[in-house]
């Protein structure tokens, strides 16, 4: 630790009591690894969707203030009330941010297992990656090939083990293909090459011909855009073609996953038997696991009784999976991190350009195509 400097720069979001957001950076000391710990320097570090509902919220970008703070830059922005009503647990409390991300470990515990890493490029999953240096278990590290780049090491948990959750929900639910939104995200593309990989038939929403022609590029077969005026009739179409009746819906809000279910029942009841006033008895399952819109969801319920709608986080999903089923998601995740699972990004900046008022309000946009990489070490 002699080499090492004894404090590093941390992002951290706070929500004041006055209806302001407060994000800044601070310096904090460089903590000392206990037995089953390690120290990372933390190289690479993604803004996902799920890092942006912590560090934004339901806060005004359009109302974003800079200012600095001993040297540092801070960021202020109003909170109307509603907003604050959904965040009023986190009041006062300055909370780190980042749930990913990759490094060297450069300094650890005692153990037999935390010396192991010591030198080791490794991913990490447990929150605060937002930093120049990560103190956490061994558990939450995964060793990567020694020459592994940052960038293709950042995003190893929460994008490729979603993809593959998606696919182990699908088996043990006992469906047969998939229907995922947003999927020109890099989230997306992993799962069409997955599927494509592991045999499972995919239906693909996107949002514009732009997006089409992305998944076009990588061998998607089955893909409806959204914008198009005959998205119903395609959407339908290609339900029917792959016998789809589990979906995965980032958008969230407004009337998407209604559409999907309604897709999914009129090709279940054109393969019906027997007419039933309560429709199919084909069970069709759509999960909400992103907040793109945040707006209502909103259902037309034109898809009979034998249906569901629920949300899925992958925190809770790997608990329940059991360590078996985890440690070879992982597995995989590192034997094709460079193919598979390769993350694309389109901006890289430091953690002083996260607090730039015009790039945090270009990268809360969260468009598609478009995805952040901070280099905290500049």
């Known amino acids: 630790m002699t080499d090492l400097p004894?404090?590093?720069l941390q992002l951290l979001t706070l929500v004041r009591d006055d209806a302001t957001l407060e994000i800044s950076l601070v310096n904090q000391p460089v903590p000392t690894p206990r037995d089953h710990e390690v120290l990372v320097e933390v190289l690479a570090t993604p803004i996902n969707p799920s890092d942006l509902g912590l560090l934004v919220g339901a806060a005004d970008v359009s109302t974003l203030?800079?200012?600095?703070?001993?040297?540092?830059?801070?960021?202020?922005?109003?909170?109307?009330?509603?907003?604050?009503r959904a965040m009023a647990g986190r009041v006062g409390e300055a909370m780190p941010v980042g749930n990913e991300g990759c490094g060297v470990v450069v300094a650890a515990g005692a153990s037999p297992a935390a010396q192991a890493l010591l030198g080791k490029t490794v991913a990490l999953l447990g929150g605060a990656m937002y930093a120049q240096y990560r103190c956490l278990s061994v558990a939450a590290c995964m060793e990567l090939p020694d020459g592994t780049a940052p960038e293709d090491g950042a995003s190893c948990f929460v994008n490729p083990l979603t993809a593959l959750a998606f696919t182990e929900v699908m088996r043990a639910e006992g469906h047969s293909a998939l229907v995922h939104t947003a999927a020109a995200s890099n989230l997306g593309q992993m799962l069409v090459r997955i599927c494509a990989a592991d045999g499972i038939p995919l239906v693909n929403i996107v949002r514009?011909?732009?997006?089409?022609?992305?998944?076009?590029?990588?061998?998607?077969?089955?893909?409806?855009?959204?914008?198009?005026?005959?998205f119903r009739s395609k959407l339908g179409a290609a339900i029917e073609a792959t016998g789809a009746t589990c979906g995965f819906d980032a958008i969230g809000g407004g009337k998407l996953s209604g559409q999907i279910l309604a897709a999914?029942?009129?090709a279940a009841v054109k393969s019906a038997k027997t007419y039933s006033r309560y429709g199919s008895d084909t069970f069709k399952q759509v999960y909400v696991y992103g907040m793109l819109d945040v707006g209502p969801t909103i259902l037309?319920?034109?898809?009979?009784?034998?249906?569901a709608l629920s949300g899925f986080l992958l925190t809770p999903f790997m608990a329940k999976a059991g360590p078996e089923v985890v440690a070879r998601m992982r597995a995989r995740v590192v034997a094709e991190l460079t193919t598979t699972f390769k993350s694309h990004y389109s901006h890289n900046i430091s953690l002083h350009e996260a607090l730039d008022p015009a790039v945090l309000t270009a990268y809360?946009?969260?468009?598609?195509?478009?995805?952040?990489?901070?280099r905290p070490k500049g």
């Open 6 to 8: 004894t404090h590093g």
């Open 300 to 307: 037309d319920r034109s898809f009979g009784l034998s249906w």
């Open 208 to 230: 514009s011909s732009a997006q089409v022609a992305l998944l076009e590029g990588i061998g998607a077969t089955h893909i409806v855009d959204s914008s198009a005026e005959d």
């Open 264 to 266: 999914m029942e009129v």
């Open 65 to 84: 203030r800079a200012s600095e703070r001993d040297g540092l830059p801070v960021l202020t922005a109003d909170i109307a009330a509603p907003g604050m």
């Open 364 to 374: 809360n946009a969260k468009r598609t195509g478009e995805k952040y990489l901070i």
